[in-house]
């Protein structure tokens, strides 16, 4: 939620901060604004809307100066106006940028009017300036100043500040939101995301948990939360420059559906050999942790939370483990009952999602064996937190609505869900025919969704049937139950169509009294076990004039069978089929949003990153 950026060169900054804030502007556009230290003192420009309205602001107005900070806003705090857009300032020196929430900010704020500041804005941000301000006043030094302020401030935060007596440095400082600092060449940096900066460095620190840092043309200071100056390791970016442009698509979100097939070969990269998964994928630790696993709670959010619930039905027909998952949302505020030897895995892109983050942190005081994260940003708190890691490989997910993250999360959740069978049978081991089953399928994955991905034009026809629809439904059942929640999920993100998912033998519950030919029906039948159930379901949406698109395989005989509208898929084995099967819900979501003319990369009033509750 909220992208910032800083910067610190012998060069005006504001075109640096600009095109950090568009590669932000997932993180949340519904304001922009940009402060520097101008010859004339602290000049601000905001606007309301995305980047670009920003940039006309500055065409008309423009900012020159060679430190600055800037901001694009997801509003928690007021309405996204001009006035709770940041930068915010006390007074006319100060200026603060802010990515997170201040739990306490309105006993902040009533302590502060009490001292004799003035509030312009409804944000919780704004105390973090007054206050700030306030030590300022007393030692004159900023460094100092924050130091101090962020002792009082509860919740989480990435905040960046400038201030005009300064113009030589900002002040930066995290806790519980994510903040890089970028290393250049008689020049620093700062942003929420290496992405940011990738137009001026290759080089980035990832700041601690409660560090503070100094930015200046001469380097970076940094402080952790106990006062002592640090060291941080310094990284170099792996994954090219090309991650955070389009290459030529139309979309961010049509070239992370293309990139899926090299991803998922990323994602299997030296982790399996032609037969089996490779022993010490979790690392060294793992072998003492992982036979004590008597279950397993998977935890996590949106997109996430569907690969969890596949998994589910995993781990417990796979690796023949009890296994539960839950929304981190919901599973952070229960009274949660932790049997003995249970595994806690958490799910994230990010590895910043905020309730995400609680679970972990709740999860690691209420008994677990162990922790582990599937996640795709090394270093982040999740990575951090967790006493063994699985990383995707899915390189940097721009397109708000997550595609490769998703397919990348299921390959490595079916690594867990083998390394897990493995240990269990250890004892009785002799070949495993089921791994090496699902292992050669999994060589075999990336050429099939490439096959998939040639479906596109036969996927954009059928977007048609749904672009001026209000409501569709989509069944599965058995792993393809949580697939059609993600069709559903992702129909709803971009195109605004209100879209439900439903496995399939529940229809008879309730949903089809829904059915009539304004309701299309999407059914996910591969050819498994429950493929006869799911027909029988599929003839009972038919007889009610239901329109139905099946994605299906040639063994399924659904087309010819019933005379419905099929799309036919490569086969795959049953295990495999949910990660093969999301491709085509990916494509048509796109489409239809695209045929509607949404923002298919932004949509309104999301953000990709949810580090607030
Ligand atoms: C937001 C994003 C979703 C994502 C969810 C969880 O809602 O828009 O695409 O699935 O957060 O994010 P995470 O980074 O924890 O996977």
């Not at 919780?124 to 030692?139: C, G, M, N, P, R």
């Not at 932790?338 to 690691?364: H, K, M, W, Y």
Request: hydrophobic letters at 45%; aromatic letters at 6%; glycine letters at 8%.
């Amino acid at each position: 939620m909220c992208g910032i950026v800083g910067a610190v060169a012998e060069r005006t900054v504001t075109p640096i901060l600009l095109e950090g804030l568009r590669r932000l502007e997932y993180r949340g556009y519904d304001s922009a604004g940009l402060a520097v230290i101008a010859p004339e003192g602290l000049q601000r420009q905001r606007a309301v809307g995305k980047v670009a309205q920003l940039e006309k602001r500055l065409e008309t107005h423009p900012l020159r100066g060679m430190t600055g900070i800037a901001h694009t806003r997801w509003a928690t705090h007021g309405a996204p106006t001009e006035v709770n857009a940041h930068p915010h300032m006390s007074g006319s020196q100060l200026a603060v940028v802010h990515n997170g929430i201040i739990e306490n900010y309105a006993s902040l704020r009533q302590r502060l009017q009490a001292t004799g500041y003035t509030f312009e804005s409804q944000t919780d941000t704004e105390v973090i300036a007054h206050l700030i301000e306030k030590y300022y006043q007393q030692s004159g030094d900023l460094f100092v100043a924050v130091q101090q302020a962020i002792i009082l401030l509860e919740g989480a935060f990435a905040i960046a500040v400038v201030h005009q007596a300064h113009p030589e440095y900002l002040v930066c400082a995290r806790k519980g939101s994510p903040l890089v600092l970028g290393v250049g060449s008689g020049e620093s940096f700062c942003a929420s995301d290496p992405l940011a900066l990738l137009q001026v460095t290759d080089r980035f620190i990832y700041l601690q948990e409660g560090d503070i840092a100094c930015l200046s043309v001469t380097g970076v200071e940094i402080v952790d939360q106990q006062g002592q100056n640090v060291e941080r390791p310094m990284k170099m970016w792996e994954h090219g420059h090309q991650a955070a442009d389009k290459q030529g698509y139309k979309h961010y979100m049509l070239k992370e559906i293309h990139e899926q097939p090299k991803v998922m070969q990323d994602t299997l990269e030296g982790r399996i050999s032609q037969t089996s998964v490779l022993p010490e994928i979790l690392g060294s630790q793992a072998s003492l942790i992982l036979p004590h696993v008597e279950q397993v709670h998977v935890i996590a959010c949106g997109t996430s939370f569907h690969a969890g619930m596949v998994a589910r039905y995993w781990i417990e027909k796979i690796a023949g483990l009890p296994c539960m998952v839950e929304v981190a949302s919901e599973y952070r505020y229960r009274d949660v009952v932790v049997p003995p030897n249970t595994l806690f895995v958490c799910i994230s892109q990010s590895g910043e999602t905020a309730d995400t983050l609680a679970a972990l942190r709740f999860a690691r005081q209420a008994g677990y064996l162990a922790t582990l994260a599937i996640c795709n940003v090394p270093g982040s708190s999740l990575i951090r937190e967790t006493d063994l890691a699985l990383m995707t490989r899915a390189g940097p997910e721009i397109g708000v609505a997550s595609t490769k993250a998703f397919t990348t999360q299921l390959i490595a959740l079916m690594l867990l869900t083998l390394v897990l069978r493995r240990v269990r049978q250890a004892a009785s081991r002799g070949q495993d025919t089921c791994e090496q089953r699902i292992v050669s399928a999994l060589h075999a994955l990336p050429d099939k969704i490439n096959r998939v991905l040639a479906l596109d034009e036969q996927i954009e026809a059928y977007a048609q049937s749904f672009a001026d629809k209000q409501h569709a439904l989509f069944l599965g059942r058995g792993t393809q139950y949580p697939i059609a929640m993600e069709g559903a999920l992702k129909l709803k993100e971009i195109s605004y169509i209100h879209a439900e998912a439903y496995p399939a033998g529940e229809l008879k519950h309730g949903p089809l009294a829904l059915v009539d030919k304004e309701m299309p029906v999407v059914a996910i039948a591969p050819h498994d076990d429950l493929l006869e159930k799911l027909k029988s379901n599929l003839q009972e949406v038919q007889a009610r004039g239901g329109q139905v698109l099946v994605f299906a395989d040639g063994a399924a005989r659904v087309g010819a069978e019933m005379g419905l509208a099929v799309l036919h898929m490569p086969e795959v084995i049953d295990e495999l089929a949910p990660i093969l099967y999301t491709l085509p819900l990916q494509l048509l979501a796109y489409h239809v949003a695209v045929l509607k003319g949404t923002d298919v990369d932004q949509p309104r009033n999301l953000a990709k990153s949810v580090t607030v509750e």
